[in-house]
């Protein structure tokens, strides 16, 4: 066991998971949460959103050694299942066969690394704590004790800020030096519902898929859970004609329901108490650059990268910079003085491009995935993909299913942007879609790349 202390601020998904990396290293962590411990109470009190993991999500917790125990309680989305305005469902796969992203609940899984990392005799969390400053120049960190208001300081020569989208450990780098910072909150607002199980316990819509409610500037979707149960998430402008703020009392929400989501009011025998119950929570992402300081301060997940999750890769993305940096700091024989500013160099451009791709999949979800010109190019998409498997990944697949860097996946997205730009100005492509024309614009495409 080695003698040296890694700190660790925040016990969200990326902090436990990344306390279970260190641990297996050998080191002295301390986790510092500033939320009750809910190993406790057995239930997790923040959000209850379920989400979407994939393969860089289970790359990360395989590498940790805790694939099979999260595995169990995990449900395979093959693809989204859309529901139309008049009723219709139709489903489109996510990718090949065999290939799904998979709903997990939020808290079941913090829940979950917090046990697991708790297993292990070189962790100690420490619940209830704060942290509330971190002093850059003497390598300590103050917290404060909320049970009894004590402040302590401690000696902090390796510190990792996974305090999420307003970490107070990236507060501090904030006021350094030529350091970039840019935060924008989105015009939706994100607020969750419930679809209760039947008697039964069974599902009351098909459980293998996530469903979406695509409606232009808004959009319903949902994540079926374990206990037969889906999760619902509305997206909506806070403010404008169709919005939060015209929706004030019960009739005002039973009429947006009826209007947009028809069949699913049936399914919400909860969804006046649901929508009063949960907040209208708001939808911040976060860029800022380095992720580091004098290589031993490290902001990690959402503290150094906070999306909108319409690509479903924020705890992916967090996820992902724990196998990266656990492989960069085998490279550098161990020396986090290296790896460190290593890591927050190669990474950020990463960071950055998932933002720009999550708010790219947002337009996508609300309003494209009922629009015929996007069915067609899914459609050409599949059929290139089946033609081409050597020299052509959808970037759904590229994000979704396979580990390559975001940055190349997003100027991938730039360059089948400008290749179906081209395909679907072909003159008669509703009926042309995989005949020889659309072949000799893609081998073009392909030799100009
Ligand atoms: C509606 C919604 C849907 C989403 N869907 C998906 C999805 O499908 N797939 C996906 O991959 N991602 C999704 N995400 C993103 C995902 O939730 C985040 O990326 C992920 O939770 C980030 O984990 P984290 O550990 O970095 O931060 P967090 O989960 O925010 O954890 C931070 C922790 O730090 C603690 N903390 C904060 N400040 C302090 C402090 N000063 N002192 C001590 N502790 C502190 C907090 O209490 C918290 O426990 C979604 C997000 C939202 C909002």
Redesign the pocket.
């Known amino acids: 066991m080695k003698n040296e202390t890694a700190i660790i ?7 436990s998971l990344w306390a279970v990396f260190l641990a297996r290293r050998g080191y002295q962590v301390k986790v ?4 009750a411990d809910m190993r406790a109470a057995g239930y997790y009190g ?2 209850s ?6 393969e860089r ?1 289970w790359k990360a917790v395989d590498q940790a050694g805790i694939r099979e125990k999260l595995e169990k309680v995990a449900i395979p989305m093959p693809g989204r299942m859309i529901h139309n305005l008049g009723g219709d469902v139709v489903f489109q796969p996510y990718g090949r066969a065999g290939e799904a992203i998979y709903s997990v609940s ?1 808290g079941g899984l ?1 829940l979950e690394l917090l046990h697991i990392a708790g297993e292990f005799p070189n962790v100690e969390f420490l619940f209830e ?4 400053e971190v002093d850059l120049n003497n390598p300590v960190i103050t ?1 404060e004790d909320m049970k009894t208001g004590e402040i302590k300081t401690l000696d902090a020569p390796l510190i990792f800020g ?7 450990v990236r507060y501090a780098l904030q006021r350094t030096d030529r350091f970039n910072y840019r935060q924008f909150y989105l015009e939706h607002g ?1 607020k969750e519902l419930t679809i209760p199980p039947n008697e039964n316990g069974s599902h009351r819509m098909d459980p293998d898929a996530l469903h979406i409610w695509p409606r232009g500037n808004h959009m319903l979707i949902a994540l079926p859970n374990a206990d037969g149960s889906f999760t619902c ?1 509305l997206f909506l402008p806070f403010e404008g004609e169709v919005s939060f703020e015209h929706l004030k009392n019960d009739a005002d929400v039973l009429a947006f329901f009826g209007r947009y989501f028809p069949d699913a009011v049936p399914l919400m025998p909860t969804l006046l108490h649901d929508f009063w119950a949960n907040p209208t ?1 708001s ?1 911040v992402t976060v860029q800022c650059s380095p992720w580091q300081w004098q290589g031993r301060i490290l902001l ?4 150094a990268h ?2 909108v ?1 319409f690509y ?7 996820f992902e910079d724990c196998t990266i940096l656990d492989a960069m700091l085998d490279e550098m024989g161990g020396d986090w003085s290296k790896t460190i500013p290593a890591f927050a160099q190669k990474r950020v451009a990463d960071g950055h491009a998932i933002a720009e791709l999550a708010q790219r999949n947002f337009i996508e979800m609300r309003d494209l995935v009922a629009d015929p010109k996007f069915l067609l190019r899914k459609k050409i998409t599949a059929d290139l993909y089946a033609k081409f498997p050597k020299e052509f990944l959808p970037v759904y697949s590229m994000v979704t299913f396979s580990n390559t860097p975001y940055h190349v996946a997003m100027h991938e997205d730039d360059a089948q942007n400008a290749l179906f730009r081209e395909i679907l100005a072909i003159p008669d492509i509703e009926n042309k879609w995989d005949g020889p024309e659309v072949e000799r614009v893609f081998r073009d495409w392909l030799t100009k790349k």
């Open positions: 601020v925040g016990a969200g998904l990326v902090g510092f949460e500033r939320r923040g959000k959103i379920n989400l979407a993991m994939s999500g939020r913090n704590h704060r942290c509330v917290f996974t305090d999420g989208a307003f970490s107070a994100y998430t929570s939808l990690l997940g959402d503290a906070a999306i999750p479903g890769q924020g705890m992916n993305a967090g």
